[in-house]
Nanobody
Framework: QVQLVESGGGLVQAGDSLRLSCAAS????????VGWFRQAPGKERESVAT????????SYADSVKDRFTISRDNAKNTVYLQMNNLKPEDTAVYYC????????????????WGQGTQVTVSS
């Protein structure tokens, strides 16, 4: 079983940057696909970005393309989400999730989640 711990959230102003980290532990954690999701108050959890186990494939929600970058360092068992030019609508709790394959990275397809980290962007 893979365990995930997110960090790096905080309160920033519009236009600022943040880097979130998702530290994974577990014997096979480096072979898992990983995704970042977010959930704003009163809204459903949504996918933000995903990355395959090797880092050779990434995908992004349209709302964050060209602003967010997902990457991973398997030697450190860590996946990152670099968030640039943050907007107030990016305010949410950000979660990372792991799945054995990319197609398992949906809100109902995996049960391996971190505890979340709050990102608040003021205007």
């Amino acid at each position: 079983q893979v365990q995930l711990v997110e960090s790096g959230g905080g309160l920033v102003q519009a236009g600022d940057s943040l880097r979130l980290s998702c530290a994974a532990s577990g014997r096979t954690s480096s072979t898992y696909a990983v995704g970042w999701f977010r959930q704003a108050p009163g809204k459903e959890r949504e996918s933000v970005a995903t990355i395959n186990w090797s880092g050779s494939y990434t995908s992004y929600a349209d709302s964050v393309k060209d602003r967010f970058t997902i990457s991973r360092d398997n030697a450190k068992n860590t996946v990152y989400l670099q968030m640039n030019n943050l907007k107030p609508e990016d305010t949410a709790v950000y979660y990372c999730a792991a799945g054995q394959t990319l197609d398992r990275l949906t809100t109902t397809g995996t049960d391996t989640w971190g505890q979340g980290t709050q990102v608040t962007v003021s205007s």
